[in-house]
């Protein structure tokens, strides 16, 4: 492979802000809910870079064959990986993707098939486009990508900002998690963040029944959330982190009261974290995952009567999708009434009209 630029690359970030930022010289795109790629296709030779720089090009060897045939000779373009289930995003499905066993990639191709949505060029033939201005870069990947056909996708762009805050409140229900504010002038700039992220934030009154220790020592490093479902079960849904370090200390000591001999002990609603069956009908912390590798999962018990509210963004199923964060202590509540039935459902949206936007 030879081509001006090379990889890996980092790709380029974005920094979350509170509300959509006008124009001028602003595009606004769907904030897509997958795995960021970077492609480089050099002639026969393909590969796909994740955002830290692996390789996930044979985790997807039928997406590889769908860009050879919609993709230029030689480019390098940035976008994400996605599986749609049932007319919307479901990162759970492509998460499975990720297997090491040949057959089982070779299984999951078939039978959840990927697609990739491109929103950056970073070099096209022979010229390097890292310097040129976003919009320059936007026109040239439009002008590489049409006619392309499905599974490969260019990403839906706008320049007016009410169409921008009605994509921001519609397209949730596609699976997405907010909308992208890109000016038109920025470089691209691998690893930093240039772009602007708004995200949907909501409350819930969680159940806190546990924690794990910060990696520096003993001090509180995430607490673990859990709802009750209509069975009555308490579900882990997440965690909450981003504390301060003298908050770690003293989130010790208030929860002191609460701790209890160990996870296992009798009466805990996740006693029997540590059997893999139990997970197959239970959401509880320490869960068998391929990416959890030698992490340790080891955690503290509380007995399950605080209750916290924490802001989320986004629900990926039964969990909450990204790491919630600590709004305030609610000793009004109970942990009873800690349920799921409190979750906002974003009205259902089918992705198909997603990538018919403009």
Request: net charge negative.
């Amino acid at each position: 492979m030879d081509l001006p630029v090379m990889p890996p690359v980092k790709p380029m970030l974005a920094k979350a802000v509170a509300s959509i930022p006008p124009g001028p010289g602003m595009q606004y795109e769907a904030k897509w809910d997958g795995f960021r790629a970077i492609v480089h296709r050099d002639g026969d030779e393909m590969e796909i870079g994740s955002r830290t720089g692996k390789s996930l090009t044979r985790y997807f060897p039928e997406l590889v064959e769908s860009l050879r045939a919609a993709l230029p000779a030689r480019c390098v373009v940035d976008g994400e990986i996605v599986v749609v289930h049932d007319g919307r995003l479901d990162f759970d499905r492509l998460s499975e993707r990720i297997h090491p066993a040949a057959s089982r990639v070779r299984t999951l191709a078939e039978r959840t098939p990927a697609s990739f949505i491109a929103f950056d060029l970073l070099a096209l033939d022979d010229e390097a486009l890292l310097d040129a201005p976003f919009v320059y870069r936007r026109s040239a990947l439009a002008g590489a990508l049409e006619g392309a056909p499905p599974p490969v996708y260019l990403a839906p762009a706008t320049n007016d900002i009410e169409v921008a805050r009605e994509w921001f409140e519609h397209f949730e229900g596609a699976g997405l998690d907010g909308v992208l504010a890109k000016p038109e002038s920025m470089p691209y700039r691998p690893d930093t963040r240039l772009m602007y992220k708004i995200k949907h934030e909501r409350t819930a009154d969680c159940v806190v029944a546990g924690y794990r220790f910060h990696k520096t020592g003993a001090v509180v490093g995430s607490l673990l959330l859990g709802l009750y479902d209509d069975a009555g079960a308490l579900q882990h849904v997440g965690v909450c982190a981003a504390f301060p370090m003298r908050r770690r200390q003293e989130l010790i000591d208030e929860l002191g009261p609460l701790r209890m001999e160990s996870p296992e002990a009798e009466g805990h609603p996740w006693a029997a974290w540590t059997d893999d069956a139990a997970h197959e009908s239970a959401r509880m912390p320490g869960a068998p995952s391929r990416w959890s590798g030698k992490k340790d999962l080891s955690w503290v018990a509380l007995r399950p009567e605080a209750v916290c509210e924490v802001a989320y963004d986004h629900m990926e199923g039964d969990r909450f999708r990204h790491t919630a964060r600590f709004r305030r202590w609610r000793e009004d509540r109970t942990p009873e009434s800690c349920t799921y039935a409190q979750l906002e459902e974003p009205v259902s949206y089918d992705l198909a009209d997603v990538l018919r936007a403009r």
